[in-house]
């Protein structure tokens, strides 16, 4: 079946320093959306992604969707510590609205 | 509040017995999704519904699941029999069909725990 992972697992950062967590989709992807998950908390969306090699910024997030359609990244500029939490990419592929979410990246930022 | 809401948060039961969860989305949603989260790990696809139409269901999903959306706005998802690894957070989202984004709205999740 299809499968999206992430890695790393887990990131501990000094805060100030950069965040990169990366998605993998075993079959190609009709849209990719970036949620976030704090810890107690529920996935709140951040972002979706449509179009082959698209990139999209909110502030010091940068999220980019591969050529293939296949994989993803999220960047985080300069981390801070209300970045903490887990954050998931979720793929959905053609004809269906299901999303598959990734096994997500931990954040922990250390002041 | 005009989010998400879930009932109950928290339920604790013993091992054979019926659980019902429900979930009442945003009000102009008309696709309501049901999640299923364990410690470490993402959330886990069971089913959605647009509008009262069960439109695709796991096939990770056991008979002793089911869940319904009668009237097409909250919905409820029932276990029968509950075995300890259904211990996990069930979390419900909902979303509207025709936006040009397919953002989900989660809610807060009940936590249910199989003793």
């Known amino acids: 079946g299809q499968q999206v992972m992430q890695i790393p697992q887990y990131q501990h950062v000094q805060e100030g320093e950069d965040f990169t967590t990366y998605c993998n989709s075993s079959?190609?992807?009709?849209?990719i959306q970036w949620y976030k998950q704090r810890p107690g908390g529920h996935p709140v969306f951040l972002i979706q992604l449509v179009k082959s090699g698209e990139v999209k910024k909110q502030k010091r997030l940068t999220f980019q969707f591969g050529e293939a359609k296949k994989n993803s990244s999220l960047h985080i500029t300069a981390t801070q510590t209300t970045d903490v939490g887990t954050y998931f990419c979720a793929g959905q592929r053609y004809n269906t609205d299901k999303l598959i979410f990734g096994t997500g990246t931990r954040l922990q930022v250390f002041p | 509040d005009t989010g998400v809401s879930q009932n109950p948060r928290h339920k604790i039961t013993k091992r054979g017995q019926n659980v019902t969860f429900r979930c009442d989305p945003i009000?102009?949603?008309?696709?309501l999704y049901w999640y299923r989260q364990t410690l470490g790990q993402g959330p886990e696809f069971l089913t959605y519904?647009?509008?009262?139409?069960?439109?695709?269901k796991s096939r990770l999903l056991s008979d002793r699941f089911s869940a319904e959306r009668p009237k097409g706005s909250f919905s409820t998802l029932e276990i029968q029999r509950t075995e300890q690894g259904d211990s996990a957070m069930y979390l419900c989202a909902s979303s509207q069909a025709d936006s040009s984004y397919n953002e989900q709205f989660f809610g807060p999740g009940t936590r249910l725990t199989v003793l």
């Open positions: 009000s102009e949603h008309n696709r």
């Open positions: 079959t190609t992807l009709s849209n």
């Open positions: 519904f647009q509008n009262e139409a069960q439109l695709e």
